[in-house]
Protein backbone atom coordinates (compact mmCIF):
# COMPACT_ATOMS: atom_id res chain seq x y z
CA UNK A 1 0.00 0.00 0.00
CA UNK A 2 2.96 2.12 0.62
CA UNK A 3 3.95 1.99 -3.05
CA UNK A 4 1.18 3.61 -4.65
CA UNK A 5 1.28 6.48 -2.53
CA UNK A 6 4.83 6.70 -3.17
CA UNK A 7 4.17 6.82 -6.82
CA UNK A 8 1.67 9.71 -6.00
CA UNK A 9 4.16 11.74 -4.11
CA UNK A 10 6.41 11.37 -6.83
CA UNK A 11 4.15 12.32 -9.58
CA UNK A 12 2.47 15.53 -7.77
CA UNK A 13 6.17 16.34 -7.56
CA UNK A 14 7.29 16.06 -11.21
CA UNK A 15 3.68 18.22 -11.55
CA UNK A 16 4.92 20.89 -9.64
CA UNK A 17 8.45 21.20 -10.55
CA UNK A 18 8.85 23.68 -13.32
CA UNK A 19 9.81 22.96 -16.78
CA UNK A 20 13.18 23.46 -17.18
CA UNK A 21 13.02 23.53 -20.68
CA UNK A 22 11.08 25.99 -20.65
CA UNK A 23 12.63 28.15 -18.33
CA UNK A 24 15.96 28.14 -20.60
CA UNK A 25 13.87 29.40 -23.16
CA UNK A 26 12.93 31.78 -21.27
CA UNK A 27 16.63 32.87 -20.19
CA UNK A 28 17.37 32.96 -23.95
CA UNK A 29 14.46 35.14 -24.70
CA UNK A 30 15.41 37.52 -22.01
CA UNK A 31 19.41 37.44 -22.72
CA UNK A 32 18.80 38.50 -26.31
CA UNK A 33 16.01 41.03 -25.20
CA UNK A 34 18.76 42.71 -23.50
CA UNK A 35 21.74 42.07 -26.36
CA UNK A 36 18.75 43.74 -28.79
CA UNK A 37 17.71 46.91 -26.30
CA UNK A 38 21.63 47.35 -25.70
CA UNK A 39 22.66 47.62 -29.01
CA UNK A 40 19.86 49.66 -29.57
CA UNK A 41 21.12 52.47 -27.65
CA UNK A 42 24.06 52.58 -29.52
CA UNK A 43 22.57 53.65 -32.71
CA UNK A 44 21.85 57.14 -33.73
CA UNK A 45 18.77 59.11 -32.38
CA UNK A 46 16.66 60.27 -35.19
CA UNK A 47 15.23 63.36 -36.45
CA UNK A 48 14.53 65.98 -34.04
CA UNK A 49 10.95 66.70 -34.54
CA UNK A 50 10.41 62.57 -35.36
CA UNK A 51 9.45 61.11 -32.47
CA UNK A 52 9.64 57.62 -34.56
CA UNK A 53 13.23 57.35 -35.59
CA UNK A 54 15.98 54.15 -36.37
CA UNK A 55 15.85 53.29 -31.90
CA UNK A 56 12.10 52.65 -32.16
CA UNK A 57 11.55 49.01 -34.36
CA UNK A 58 14.67 47.68 -32.39
CA UNK A 59 13.01 48.92 -28.66
CA UNK A 60 9.81 47.35 -29.92
CA UNK A 61 11.58 43.95 -30.85
CA UNK A 62 13.18 44.05 -27.23
CA UNK A 63 10.48 44.89 -25.69
CA UNK A 64 8.34 42.08 -27.23
CA UNK A 65 11.72 39.59 -27.02
CA UNK A 66 11.52 40.37 -22.76
CA UNK A 67 7.17 40.18 -22.84
CA UNK A 68 7.83 36.87 -24.46
CA UNK A 69 10.55 35.84 -22.01
CA UNK A 70 8.66 36.52 -18.79
CA UNK A 71 5.51 34.89 -20.50
CA UNK A 72 7.55 31.92 -21.25
CA UNK A 73 8.62 31.86 -16.88
CA UNK A 74 5.28 32.10 -16.15
CA UNK A 75 4.01 28.92 -18.81
CA UNK A 76 7.20 27.08 -17.00
CA UNK A 77 6.40 27.58 -13.62
CA UNK A 78 2.58 26.66 -14.33
CA UNK A 79 3.55 23.21 -16.56
CA UNK A 80 1.60 24.79 -19.34
CA UNK A 81 3.84 23.04 -22.13
CA UNK A 82 2.34 20.11 -23.83
CA UNK A 83 4.36 16.81 -22.90
CA UNK A 84 7.32 16.65 -25.32
CA UNK A 85 8.14 13.37 -27.48
CA UNK A 86 11.54 11.63 -27.21
CA UNK A 87 13.93 12.47 -29.33
CA UNK A 88 16.48 10.69 -31.23
CA UNK A 89 19.83 11.62 -31.48
CA UNK A 90 20.96 9.63 -34.51
CA UNK A 91 18.52 11.20 -37.33
CA UNK A 92 20.06 14.83 -35.83
CA UNK A 93 23.79 13.30 -35.90
CA UNK A 94 23.56 12.53 -39.61
CA UNK A 95 22.03 15.59 -40.32
CA UNK A 96 24.64 17.57 -38.69
CA UNK A 97 27.12 16.03 -39.95
CA UNK A 98 25.87 16.57 -43.30
CA UNK A 99 26.33 20.34 -42.44
CA UNK A 100 29.88 19.95 -41.57
CA UNK A 101 30.84 17.85 -44.78
CA UNK A 102 29.30 19.88 -46.67
CA UNK A 103 31.53 23.11 -45.01
CA UNK A 104 34.49 21.09 -45.40
CA UNK A 105 33.82 20.01 -48.88
CA UNK A 106 32.53 23.18 -51.06
CA UNK A 107 36.17 24.40 -51.82
CA UNK A 108 37.87 21.67 -52.50
CA UNK A 109 35.38 19.62 -54.12
CA UNK A 110 32.58 22.24 -55.08
CA UNK A 111 29.47 23.04 -54.90
CA UNK A 112 27.81 19.98 -56.52
CA UNK A 113 29.80 17.29 -54.41
CA UNK A 114 29.60 18.92 -51.45
CA UNK A 115 25.80 19.85 -51.63
CA UNK A 116 24.86 15.95 -52.93
CA UNK A 117 26.95 14.80 -50.03
CA UNK A 118 24.97 17.21 -47.54
CA UNK A 119 21.64 15.69 -49.73
CA UNK A 120 22.64 11.83 -48.71
CA UNK A 121 23.15 12.38 -45.01
CA UNK A 122 20.44 14.26 -44.94
CA UNK A 123 17.94 11.75 -46.40
CA UNK A 124 20.14 9.50 -44.15
CA UNK A 125 18.99 11.07 -41.26
CA UNK A 126 14.61 10.70 -42.50
CA UNK A 127 15.34 7.20 -42.80
CA UNK A 128 16.74 6.40 -46.35
CA UNK A 129 19.73 3.56 -46.55
CA UNK A 130 19.97 3.79 -50.47
CA UNK A 131 23.15 5.83 -50.38
CA UNK A 132 23.81 4.55 -54.10
CA UNK A 133 20.90 6.21 -55.21
CA UNK A 134 20.85 9.84 -52.89
CA UNK A 135 24.22 10.87 -53.46
CA UNK A 136 24.23 11.02 -56.83
CA UNK A 137 20.95 11.93 -57.42
CA UNK A 138 22.16 15.03 -54.65
CA UNK A 139 24.98 15.55 -56.98
CA UNK A 140 22.79 15.75 -60.03
CA UNK A 141 20.30 18.16 -58.20
CA UNK A 142 23.01 20.31 -56.90
CA UNK A 143 24.30 20.65 -60.21
CA UNK A 144 21.02 21.76 -61.71
CA UNK A 145 20.68 24.10 -58.72
CA UNK A 146 24.53 25.53 -59.49
CA UNK A 147 23.82 25.79 -63.23
CA UNK A 148 20.82 27.96 -62.86
CA UNK A 149 22.58 30.27 -59.77
CA UNK A 150 26.14 30.27 -61.41
CA UNK A 151 25.37 30.80 -65.33
CA UNK A 152 21.62 31.63 -65.48
CA UNK A 153 21.45 34.01 -62.29
CA UNK A 154 25.22 35.13 -62.22
CA UNK A 155 25.81 34.00 -58.66
CA UNK A 156 29.05 33.22 -57.57
CA UNK A 157 28.84 29.69 -56.21
CA UNK A 158 32.05 27.38 -55.82
CA UNK A 159 33.31 25.65 -58.92
CA UNK A 160 34.59 22.23 -58.60
CA UNK A 161 35.82 19.96 -61.24
CA UNK A 162 32.09 18.62 -61.92
CA UNK A 163 30.84 21.97 -62.49
CA UNK A 164 34.11 23.09 -64.28
CA UNK A 165 33.23 20.11 -66.59
CA UNK A 166 29.78 21.21 -66.75
CA UNK A 167 30.69 24.51 -68.10
CA UNK A 168 33.25 22.99 -70.49
CA UNK A 169 30.06 20.85 -71.90
CA UNK A 170 27.76 23.57 -72.57
CA UNK A 171 30.29 25.50 -73.94
CA UNK A 172 31.23 22.94 -76.60
CA UNK A 173 27.13 21.77 -77.43
CA UNK A 174 26.41 25.10 -77.01
CA UNK A 175 29.39 28.12 -78.68
CA UNK A 176 28.61 31.28 -77.38
CA UNK A 177 27.99 33.66 -80.66
CA UNK A 178 30.58 35.22 -82.02
CA UNK A 179 33.12 32.89 -81.17
CA UNK A 180 33.75 30.71 -84.35
Sequence with gaps: MNEPVAQT???TNERRRPDRAALVIAAG?????????????RLAAGGAYARVGPQTIPYA????????????IFAALRRDFPEREHQEARPVLWIVGGLVMQMLLLRLTGFSIATGVLFALVARGFGERRMWLSLP???????FVWLVFAR???LSLPAGPPEQALVWLLQTLFPPPGAA
Design 137 to 143: SGILIAA
Design 9 to 11: TAQ
Design 61 to 72: IACCLAGLGIWT
Design 29 to 41: LLVLAAIVAWDTT
Design 152 to 154: GLQ
